[in-house]
């Protein structure tokens, strides 16, 4: 593989690698900011359910009130106390709820001495049925005073809901944003990495083919000289006079068979070894000159 090839292999890897790692960093931020905004839209209803329980509880302290001073009778009371406690309740919810919106703080400013002032009505009206009689109890009903207590708390009421109602679009619009832009990296990262990793596996499969088709090529041409060795070698062995074959380190790689009788040696004494040593150990110089072949 040539080095160009290897480079632009590790630079497409590193690229489809870093691509990856991008993606699941920005998923894994997406998915966080996607955990906050589901947060953010459940307390923004939690908000509204508890504005909603404010005006449930003063109704059912109102029928409690009602039906007391209709009946005088102390059972109806027990939906009036409940929703006083429920009042009370909700309306501390809501501004703990609301304590980072300052707009919504000062509306409670405003709704809170409403409630207060409800309350004070419907049991001001309870004494009255009580100690006094029904006829004082209706007069103070028949003031209307009550009715605009409770119309201007649900004024206040209806504009936190709105509010709310708006920061509710707001952050359900922010998540839908959120939730397409993670789908677009996700589908976007995911098939470009994989067009880099397809170009990656056709390049190495195309080179590949080449070193093994240049492989095949080298085996052809060893088993060509492979087989010219022996045709030589073949004629060689026809030929009368020694022939002896060594290679650049004076190692014996052939000897024909002409040689071994002119020498004495046999084949396993001889290839593979130096040639040096065998002219060492003749004496005589004409022995020398025969092993050689000269």
């Not at 006079?241 to 046999?266: K, M, P």
Request: proline residues 1%.
């Amino acid at each position: 593989m040539k080095l160009s090839t290897k480079i632009k292999l590790s630079a497409a890897f590193a690229v489809a690698l870093l691509l990856i790692i991008g993606t699941g960093i920005f998923s894994w931020s997406s998915t966080a900011t996607l955990v906050g905004d589901a947060e953010m839209v459940s307390h923004t209803h939690e908000v509204i359910q508890h504005l909603e329980h404010i005006v449930s509880q003063l109704k059912d302290a109102e029928t409690g009130q009602r039906g007391f001073v209709i009946t005088g009778a102390p059972r109806y009371l027990e939906p009036y106390n409940a929703g006083i406690e429920g009042v009370v309740i909700a309306s501390s919810e809501v501004r703990d709820l609301t304590s980072d919106n300052l707009s919504q703080q000062e509306r409670l400013d405003v709704l809170d001495p409403l409630i207060q002032s409800k309350l004070d009505e419907l049991g001001q009206t309870i004494a009255l049925r009580r100690d006094v009689g029904f006829d004082s109890a209706r007069d103070l009903v028949l003031t209307d005073s009550g009715k605009r207590i409770m119309d201007d708390l649900r004024v206040v009421i209806a504009e936190m809901e709105l509010e709310e109602r708006q920061l509710l679009e707001q952050r359900a619009a922010a998540t839908a944003a959120t939730a397409t832009k993670t789908k677009t990296a996700i589908v976007f990262g995911t098939l470009v990495a994989t067009a880099i990793f397809s170009v990656i596996a056709l390049t190495l499969f195309r080179t590949n083919s080449k070193l093994g088709n240049e492989v095949q090529e080298r085996l052809l041409a060893e088993k060509s000289i492979l087989a010219e060795k022996e045709r030589f070698r073949d004629l060689v062995e026809t030929i009368p006079n020694g022939v002896l074959e060594v290679d650049a380190s004076q190692t014996i790689l052939f000897a024909n068979s002409a040689h071994y009788n002119q020498i004495g040696y046999t084949a396993a004494e001889l290839i593979g070894k130096c040639f040096r040593e065998f002219i060492a150990k003749e004496d005589d110089r004409d022995q020398a000159a025969v092993f050689l072949g000269i």
